[in-house]
C-alpha cells in the first residue's frame, strides 16, 4: 500500500475556502494555476496566490520559503501530470516531512470552471 498522500481538486479547492497555511509548490511548466480556480471570488484568489510558491524540480530545495519550512509544515505538490510531485513527495516523506501532498494527475486535473 503506498503512503504517499493524494489531493484532488476539490481537497486542494477546500483547503483555499477554508484558508488553510500550506505552501503549494508550483512545479508547473505553463500552467496557471491561479486561473483553474477562477471561479471563487477575489478574497479567496487573493488568498490562494500567497500560498503558490513557483519552482521547478531542479530548485525548489533552495527555494527561501522551502528551506524555512518546518518537517510539520502542509506541502502541496502541483507539476503538470502528476509524476514529478509525485516523486518529489516520496522523496520529502522518506526525509520526515509529515504533510505533504501531491495533486493526484497534476495540474492537467484542475478544471476551469
Do not use: W
Not at 93 to 106: D, P, Q, R
Amino acid at each position: 500500500m503506498e503512503s504517499i498522500n493524494q489531493m484532488g481538486y476539490y481537497q486542494l479547492e477546500n483547503l483555499v475556502l477554508q484558508r488553510v497555511n500550506f505552501t503549494l509548490m508550483d512545479l508547473t511548466k505553463e500552467i496557471d494555476i491561479v486561473e483553474k480556480f477562477k471561479h471563487l471570488t477575489p478574497y479567496y484568489l487573493n488568498f490562494l496566490k500567497t500560498q503558490i510558491q513557483k519552482v521547478t524540480t531542479e530548485n525548489y530545495r533552495v527555494n527561501p520559503i522551502f528551506t524555512g519550512l518546518a518537517k510539520e509544515s502542509p506541502i502541496v505538490l502541483i507539476c503538470d501530470n502528476g509524476i514529478e510531485s509525485k516523486k518529489i513527495a516520496s522523496q520529502l516523506e522518506s526525509e520526515k516531512y509529515i504533510n505533504v501532498f501531491y495533486l493526484t494527475g497534476g495540474a492537467a486535473n484542475l478544471k476551469a470552471d
